[in-house]
C-alpha cells in the first residue's frame, strides 16, 4: 500500500507501488473482475496517498497550530487523530458549509433534470465507460465458452446479461 503515515508530525510521501497489490495476484489465478477490482482498489489507494493526502497535510502544516491544538503528544503522529482534528475545523469553514448547501440544491436539480451530467467529471466519466466498456466486450468474446457463468454488477437474475 502507499504511505499514509506521518513521523515528528510530518506527512511521509512515499511514491510507487512496493507495497501495493497490482501484479500480485497471476492472472491466471482468480476471477478476471477480482483481479480488476483489487487492482482498481490500489490504484485508487495510490491516488488518495500519493496525491489527496499530500494535499491534506499541506493544508494542516498551514494550519498547525489550530490543528494540533488538543492533541496530545503520544497522537500527533496519528494521521486519523490528526485528519480528524483538521475536520472538526474544515467542517466550521464556508468551503464545506457551503459544500453541504450545494449538494442539497444538486440533488434537487438532479431529480428534476435540470443538470446537464455530461459536463461533471467528463474525464473520468470517458475512462469509467472506456473500462466498463472493454470488460463487457471481453467477457462477450468469451461467452461461447463460459456461456451463463458470466456475472455483472447489474444483472438483475443469475445468468443473465
Same mark, same amino acid.
Given at each position: ?14 511514491? @510507487?507501488?512496493?507495497?501495493g497489490l497490482c ?15 483489487? !487492482? @482498481? ?8 496517498? %500519493?496525491? $489527496?493526502?499530500?494535499? $491534506?497535510?499541506?493544508?494542516?502544516? %498551514? ?16 494521521? @486519523?487523530? $490528526?485528519? *480528524? ?13 457551503? @459544500?453541504?448547501?450545494? *449538494?442539497? %440544491?444538486? %440533488? ?24 466498463? !466498456? ?16 458470466? /456475472? /455483472? *454488477? ?8
Amino acid at each position: 500500500m502507499s504511505n499514509l503515515n506521518k513521523w515528528t508530525t510530518q506527512h511521509i510521501v512515499k511514491k @510507487g507501488n512496493g507495497d501495493g497489490l497490482c501484479g500480485a495476484y497471476p492472472d491466471w489465478g482468480m476471477h478476471p473482475s477480482w483481479i480488476a477490482g483489487v !487492482e @482498481g482498489l490500489d490504484a485508487y489507494n495510490r491516488w488518495v496517498c %500519493e496525491v $489527496v493526502i499530500p494535499i $491534506v497535510f499541506q493544508w494542516i502544516e %498551514e494550519h498547525k497550530t489550530e490543528v494540533y491544538q488538543g492533541i496530545p503528544d503520544d497522537l500527533k503522529d496519528d494521521v @486519523g487523530v $490528526v485528519i *480528524a482534528s483538521a475536520f472538526e475545523i474544515v467542517k466550521k469553514l464556508s468551503s464545506y458549509t457551503n @459544500g453541504l448547501k450545494k *449538494a442539497e %440544491e444538486f %440533488e434537487e436539480a438532479r431529480e428534476n433534470e435540470e443538470v446537464d451530467l455530461k459536463t461533471i467529471n467528463p474525464v473520468w466519466t470517458d475512462i469509467a465507460k472506456k473500462v466498463r !466498456e472493454g470488460t463487457e466486450k471481453v467477457f462477450d468474446e468469451k461467452r461461447n465458452v463460459l456461456k451463463d457463468t458470466i /456475472r /455483472r *454488477a447489474d444483472d438483475s437474475s443469475s445468468g443473465s446479461s
